[in-house]
C-alpha cells in the first residue's frame, strides 16, 4: 500500500489546538519536526568560513530546502483555500506554521485572555443530573487539554480532585470508596474514569432491575 493510500493529513477546522497537535504528531513522525521549529540553517552575518565549511552549509541548505519542500506539500494540504490565501507569501515551513500560529492561538496577551476565560470554565463546570460518566470526563478534559495548550500547568491529580468535587449526587458513596481506599494524588484520570464507569453501570443494571421487579408486581 503506498503513502499516498495510507497517509491521513489532518484538516484544519479554525481549532487550532487540535489541528496543531495532529499536526505535529504527523511532521514528528516523519522526523520534520525539527525542521518546523528551528527552519532552514544559514550562514551568520560576520561569520567567517572556510571553503569546507561553506560547502558544507550550502548542502546542508540543499538538503534541508528538498525536505522543506515536502513539510509545505502537507501543510498545504491540511489547510483549507481561504485560509491559504493569507499565508502563501511566507516561504518556509516555519514561516507557515508562525503564521497560522499567530493567527489563531494569538500573541502573549490574546493567549492570556483566553486562558482565562478557560479557568472560569473549568471552575463552573460541573455533572448534571442527566449526564453520564463518559460525557462528563469529555467536558472536563477538552477544557483542561486546551488549558495545558496555552501554557498551564494542569497535572491529573488536579483534574482528578475537579471531577470527585463535581460529580452527580448519585455517586456520593463511590467517591467515598475511593477517597478512602486510594492516595487521590496518585490517581490518574483514566483509572478515576474506569472505576466510575464500573459504578455507573452498576446503577444502570439495579436500576433495570427494580423498573423489571415493579412491573413484574403489577
Known amino acids: 500500500m503506498s503513502e499516498k493510500e495510507t497517509m491521513i493529513i ?3 477546522d479554525v481549532d487550532y ?4 497537535m495532529l499536526m505535529e504528531n504527523l511532521l514528528r513522525s516523519k522526523e520534520w519536526w525539527a525542521l518546523v521549529e528551528t527552519g532552514i540553517p544559514s550562514q551568520e552575518r560576520g561569520t567567517v568560513l572556510s ?10 541548505i540543499a538538503e534541508k530546502t528538498v525536505t522543506d519542500h515536502k513539510v509545505k506539500k502537507y501543510l498545504f494540504a491540511s489547510i483549507d483555500k481561504t485560509t491559504l490565501k493569507t499565508i502563501v507569501k511566507e516561504n518556509t515551513s516555519k ?5 497560522m500560529k499567530t493567527k489563531y492561538q494569538g500573541n502573549k496577551r490574546v493567549q492570556s485572555a483566553q486562558l482565562q476565560r478557560l479557568r472560569r470554565d473549568f471552575e463552573v463546570l460541573e ?5 453520564n460518566i463518559g460525557d462528563y470526563f469529555s467536558k472536563v478534559m477538552m477544557v483542561a487539554n486546551d488549558m ?12 482528578v480532585e475537579k471531577i470527585l468535587r463535581t ?3 448519585r455517586f456520593t458513596y463511590v467517591i467515598c470508596a475511593i477517597e478512602e481506599s486510594k492516595d487521590i494524588k496518585q490517581l490518574s484520570v483514566d483509572e478515576l474514569q474506569s472505576s466510575l464507569l464500573l459504578h455507573e453501570q452498576n446503577l444502570n443494571k439495579k436500576g433495570v432491575e ?9
Open 10 to 12: 489532518p484538516k484544519f
Open 17 to 20: 489546538e487540535h489541528w496543531a
Open 51 to 60: 571553503g569546507a565549511q561553506r560547502t558544507e552549509l550550502q548542502e546542508r
Open 95 to 99: 514561516d507557515i506554521w508562525e503564521s
Open 127 to 131: 455533572m448534571k443530573e442527566g449526564d
Open 148 to 159: 495545558r495548550n496555552l501554557g498551564e500547568n494542569m497535572p491529573d491529580d488536579k483534574i
Open 167 to 169: 460529580l452527580a449526587d
Open 210 to 218: 427494580e423498573q423489571a421487579l415493579k412491573a413484574a408486581s403489577y
